[in-house]
């Protein structure tokens, strides 16, 4: 079941089977579907709808028939928590850096400092504003803020390369720090440079 909260509105859904996997074709509101997976297969949902009110949640859970034995009970429950971002509050000029991200040694860190001030000041038009992007080989960095109730926050966005999935890091508070540092440690990939962590500091 894949159940989005009341954030959203105009919900409707395709699903396509992979490896032997079937679902139903399509539909609209919350997806209740029986699936059918064989070992190897995969069943891929899409959701179009449209975000009234942030921030919003999608649920997603997964049973298997009584007849059945899951050996993993874990990972059958998922949450995601989305936000309007990209023209919430229309097309503002936001400073936004690209930088190219230097290898790091073997075991060792590289990093960067940024002044907050102009950080804070882009946060100002936008709800989230995506404030730097980097790039070392195919791995993306990004760096957004944005102002919460107990003053600026700032986040951490990476993906090894363009097929991965984002992982997005935890909102941080500023508070009265004047600068702030991103710091990273990267590994060969084949033979592309990669982004293996990236953290952020404040000061």
């Not at 049973?63 to 509050?89: C, G, H, R, T, Y």
């Given at each position: 079941?894949?159940?989005?909260?009341?954030?959203?509105?105009?919900?409707?859904?395709?699903?396509?089977?992979?490896?032997?996997?079937?679902?139903?074709?399509?539909?609209?509101?919350?997806?209740?579907?029986?699936?059918?997976?064989?070992?190897?297969?995969?069943?891929?949902?899409?959701?179009?709808?449209?975000?009234?009110?942030?921030?919003?949640?999608?649920?997603?859970?997964?049973?298997?028939?009584?007849?059945?034995?899951?050996?993993?009970?874990?990972?059958?429950?998922?949450?995601?928590?989305?936000?309007?971002?990209?023209?919430?509050?229309?097309?503002?000029?936001?400073?936004?850096?690209?930088?190219?991200?230097?290898?790091?040694?073997l075991g060792g860190w590289e990093g960067l400092t940024l002044d907050i001030a102009p950080l804070?000041?882009?946060?100002?038009?936008?709800?989230?504003?995506?404030?730097?992007?980097?790039?070392?080989?195919?791995?993306?960095?990004?760096?957004?803020?944005?102002?919460?109730?107990?003053?600026?926050?700032?986040?951490?966005?990476?993906?090894?390369?363009?097929?991965?999935?984002?992982?997005?890091?935890?909102?941080?508070?500023?508070?009265?720090?004047?600068?702030?540092?991103?710091?990273?440690?990267?590994?060969?990939?084949?033979?592309?440079?990669?982004?293996?962590?990236?953290?952020?500091?404040?000061?």
């Open positions: 079941m894949l159940s989005p909260d009341a954030g959203y509105a105009g919900l409707a859904w395709t699903c396509s089977g992979f490896g032997g996997a079937t679902c139903p074709a399509s539909g609209s509101g919350v997806v209740n579907s029986a699936v059918s997976i064989p070992s190897g297969g995969r069943v891929e949902f899409s959701i179009t709808g449209t975000l009234v009110s942030e921030p919003s949640t999608v649920d997603a859970e997964v049973s298997v028939p009584s007849q059945n034995i899951d050996p993993n009970l874990s990972n059958n429950v998922a949450s995601v928590v989305l936000e309007i971002n990209l023209f919430a509050d229309g097309f503002e000029d936001v400073v936004r850096q690209a930088v190219s991200l230097k290898s790091s040694a804070a000041d882009a946060a100002t038009t936008q709800r989230i504003a995506t404030v730097l992007d980097g790039t070392l080989g195919q791995s993306t960095l990004m760096l957004q803020v944005r102002h919460a109730a107990t003053g600026l926050q700032a986040r951490l966005l990476t993906r090894v390369d363009a097929s991965a999935l984002w992982q997005i890091g935890t909102w941080q508070d500023l508070g009265k720090a004047s600068l702030l540092s991103i710091d990273w440690q990267s590994a060969k990939l084949g033979q592309q440079d990669a982004l293996l962590i990236a953290t952020l500091g404040a000061q």
